[in-house]
């Protein structure tokens, strides 16, 4: 008897098994690599996305470049999205990108930030401003200047204005955009260059001054699938392109760059 009960009990996990996994076969998901910048508006967008659809979204945030660069290297993402034009330029140049696909969405800006408590206000940001001192012995975080793209529009804008030369020593750079807003909102560095968008969802800074918009190219979010991307990549990108998608894209800041698509 015991015998006979434990064949039974093994058909009935056998048959459970048989009836539940098309189910989860049946589940659809897509991949999302994205710049850190937009991961605030991004997890509100996914949520809404998948209310709407089924299809749930799993986000990595970080660095374009390091983004690009996992892409390259076989990384399973259905859409990649950049902070500047260039990491995704490098990723359609190494065939990882649909290049069809692409959009140029959403526009922002940065800003020079500090502590909240710090006594650094209402810096007029122009042509020889003394970024230097106004760091005093402190830092002043941002990006990887040579490969982050706030790092770099920092830096482009600072070569402009003629105040990276004397600043350049004090630089604390960051693997991405939050990285460096959390060495501010720690009182572990002095300033930072970030966007706009994130200077506004982070409670520990506050803005002390904006840099010219003509002072560095201007700061373009592209968004495209992969060429491994799955078939959902193409209605999610619709998505981001409709009305509700900009309607929270510029609630948190950011500028829409194309007309929504409904």
């Known amino acids: 008897m015991p015998g006979q009960f434990t064949r039974r009990l093994a058909m009935l996990v056998v048959a459970v098994a048989t009836l539940t996994t098309p189910a989860f076969a049946q589940e659809k998901s897509i991949t999302v690599f994205a710049a850190a910048s937009l991961k605030s508006a991004l997890d509100d967008i996914n949520a809404a996305y998948t209310a ?78 003394d970024l230097a001192g106004l760091a005093a012995d402190g830092r002043i975080a941002t990006g ?64 002390v001054g904006r840099f010219p918009t003509d002072s560095h190219p201007p700061i373009v979010y592209p968004f495209a699938s992969t060429t491994r991307a799955g078939p959902d990549a193409a209605g999610y990108l619709a998505f981001l392109r409709s009305a509700a998608g900009k309607a929270v894209f510029e609630r948190y800041g950011f500028t829409f760059l194309v007309r929504p698509v409904s």
């Open 52 to 129: 709407k659809t089924g299809v749930k979204v799993a986000a990595s945030y970080a660095a374009s470049s390091a983004l690009a660069r996992q892409i390259e290297q076989g990384a399973p993402a259905d859409v990649f999205a950049s902070a500047d034009l260039e990491w995704m330029d490098y990723a359609i140049k190494k065939q990882t990108i649909d290049e069809a696909s692409r959009v140029n969405l959403l526009g922002n800006k940065i800003v020079l930030i500090a502590p909240k408590d710090s006594a650094v206000s209402d810096v007029a940001i122009g042509q020889g401003f």
């Open 144 to 207: 990887d200047v040579q490969a982050v793209p706030v790092g770099k529009y920092a830096k482009a804008a600072l070569e402009r204005l003629g105040s990276w030369t004397a600043a350049s020593a004090k630089f604390a750079m960051a693997d991405n955009v939050r990285a460096a807003l959390t060495l501010v909102a720690r009182n572990e560095a002095a300033l930072g260059i970030v966007y706009e968008t994130d200077a506004k969802v982070e409670p520990g800074v506050k803005i």
